[in-house]
Structures are given as structure tokens and as C-alpha cells.
């Protein structure tokens, strides 16, 4: 069963044609790939995130989605530095270093949408004072975003 | 994306308890930069590239304030950088401060040591110590939103962000 109906499919395929730049290519890392459960894997998450990118992806020929096991593909893994499953990694024109960690679901759904868009057009919406901080900082940040999907 | 050099997990927090239960997550959003800083709240932007880049800098709020000057071997080698940073900080700073509302301008001042028992769901996680920093910050009047904190009792502070006129009530 999809998880967008007829009418949000619309929406979104509406706004991505609206707002998408550059492709996007989505890596998504599980714990094993091809539909196969790890035991002790939580299979159904793994199922329902690769569904909900599946159905993403099939509403912008911008958005590309290749998938990963976390210990069959250790190699691509280690290079995008992802360590956890489910993992997303949004690719750009470049890697800008943007993970999402979990099942995108519920209000984290938009996250997902809104975090597509950012990466095609390779910049987020700060103002130019934020920019200037940004541009002066002296060492790396690496930031996370604790959420829920309520 | 605006930058090389930060980086963003989104870490969906129910599914990786181990993640947060190591940096206490008790309230989402929790943001944690660097392993080393953390607050709890969707910050206004300026809020939050000013906590970023004082984050990055490891300085406990000094940078950004007027004749702040880098010191120390940690700043040695980097201080022509940091210098930078304070600069635009203040750009940050001073446009926050113009963008704040008069009415802000109001807020009680709550004694440090005092109790509040804050409802869930007010912009902080649960009951806790209210305590309150003073320092001379080009923030200015919002020295009273951004320097109050909530010691929720387990060697950490909380930013208490959003609802002051629930602090106000309490």
C-alpha cells in the first residue's frame, strides 16, 4: 500500500518540479539489502524507508535512489562515514555532509522533502549575516538534530 | 550547505535509543554540536549560528562580545580566523537586537536559586533550577532570554527558548 495518496503525490510532485535544481541522488544504507532481515534487524523500518523513498522518488526524474548494505557495501559505507541504518545520505552536486538517521515518517516526512530540495539547489534559506558567520568559522561543526517523527 | 565545514544528522531519536540516550535526550528538538554543546528547541536562526559558533570555538560565550580578543594556545593559530568570526557575530548580534520586539524588552527577572515548577510542554523538558547568567553581551536585551537556563538537576542546562510569558506565570 502507498504511503502518499493520489492527491499529496500531486503536491509534491508540483512543488519539486517547481523548486528541484541539480539531481539529487538519495544513498540509503540498510543493515542488508534486497528485501533480505538480519536477525534482530527492525525489518519493517527498513521496509517502510525504503518504500517511502521509493514513492519520492518516482514523483521527480531529479531524484535517484541507490541502496546500500551497511556491512555488504562496508567500502561505500565507510566513505560516506555512515555507521547507523537506517541512514540517508543526501547527495547533491556535492556531499554536504547531510544525514538523516531513522525512518522519515510523520512530520519528518517534510524534513525529508525540504532537505531534497536545500541539497538540488545546494543552498539552504539563512540570511547573509549567518552566511558571513558561516564563512569565518576557524574549525568544523558537526551538528545533530535529535527529532521524533510526531 | 553553506558551509564545508558543518556537517547535519538528523537522528530520529526513538530509533537510535543508544544515541540518545548518550546525549541525554529528553525533548526534541536536541541539537548537539561537536559532542560538546548542546540546547534543546528550534532556536531563531541568529540564536543559533551564534550557539554554533560558539560551539566551534569552544569558548564559553566570550566571542562576539565587544573587545573580546582570542587568547590561549587553543586560539594561536586560528586567531586571525576567530577575529573574523567575532566580527561577524556581532553583525549577527546587532541585527537580532533590532529585530526584538519591544514588549521582549520586559521580561521578569527571576532571582538565581529560585524554584519554578514549569508544566511540560512550555519549551522545556521538565522541572528544574532556574538559574541565571549576567554578563555585559552585545545581545543586549536579549541577554534575558538567551542567558537563562534550566538545570534540570543532572549537571546540565537547558536554554529555556520561546515561552517567557509561561515563565513569567510560574
Known amino acids: 500500500m502507498p504511503f502518499l495518496n493520489a492527491q499529496d503525490a500531486e503536491v509534491i510532485r508540483r512543488r519539486f518540479a517547481a523548486d528541484l535544481d541539480s539531481p539529487v541522488k538519495l544513498l540509503l544504507f540498510l543493515a542488508a539489502t534486497g528485501g533480505l532481515a538480519l536477525p534482530g534487524e527492525d525489518w519493517q523500518i527498513a521496509e517502510y524507508t525504503r518504500q517511502i523513498l521509493k514513492e519520492v522518488a518516482e514523483l521527480s526524474d531529479k531524484i535517484q535512489v541507490e541502496e546500500y548494505g551497511l556491512l555488504s557495501h562496508a567500502d561505500v559505507a565507510q566513505r560516506y562515514k555512515v555507521r547507523l541504518v537506517p541512514a540517508i545520505v543526501f547527495l547533491g552536486r556535492e556531499d554536504y555532509g547531510v544525514r538523516y538517521l531513522g525512518l522519515p515518517a510523520g512530520y519528518e516526512f517534510v524534513t525529508l522533502l525540504e532537505t531534497i530540495i536545500a541539497v538540488s539547489r545546494g543552498r539552504g534559506e539563512v540570511s547573509e549575516a549567518t552566511r558571513s558567520v558561516l564563512a569565518a568559522l576557524p574549525a568544523d561543526a558537526h551538528v545533530q538534530i535529535f527529532v521524533t517523527p510526531t | ?170
Open chain 2, 1 to 170: 550547505m553553506e558551509s564545508p565545514r558543518v556537517t547535519a544528522d538528523i537522528v530520529e531519536a526513538t530509533e537510535f535509543p543508544e544515541l540518545a540516550r548518550r546525549y541525554n535526550v529528553y525533548a526534541v528538538p536536541k541539537i548537539v554540536i561537536n559532542d560538546t554543546h548542546e540546547f534543546v528547541g528550534a532556536l531563531p536562526e541568529p540564536h543559533f549560528i551564534t550557539a554554533l559558533a560558539r560551539a566551534v570555538t569552544g569558548d564559553g560565550g566570550a566571542i562576539g562580545r565587544p573587545g573580546f580578543q582570542p587568547a590561549g594556545d587553543g586560539y594561536a593559530q586560528r586567531r586571525e580566523g576567530v577575529a573574523d568570526l567575532a566580527g561577524a557575530l556581532l553583525e549577527v548580534q546587532q541585527a537580532m537586537q533590532a529585530a526584538v520586539p519591544a514588549s521582549s524588552r520586559d521580561l521578569q527577572v527571576v532571582e538565581p536559586g529560585e524554584d519554578l515548577d514549569l508544566r511540560m510542554g512550555e519549551g522545556v523538558a521538565e522541572p528544574g533550577l532556574l538559574v541565571q547568567e549576567r554578563h555585559d553581551d552585545p545581545l543586549g536585551p536579549l541577554v534575558d532570554q538567551t542567558a537563562r537556563h534550566l538545570w534540570d538537576g543532572h549537571n546540565r542546562v537547558l536554554p529555556v527558548s520561546g515561552s517567557m510569558p509561561a515563565l513569567r506565570g510560574a
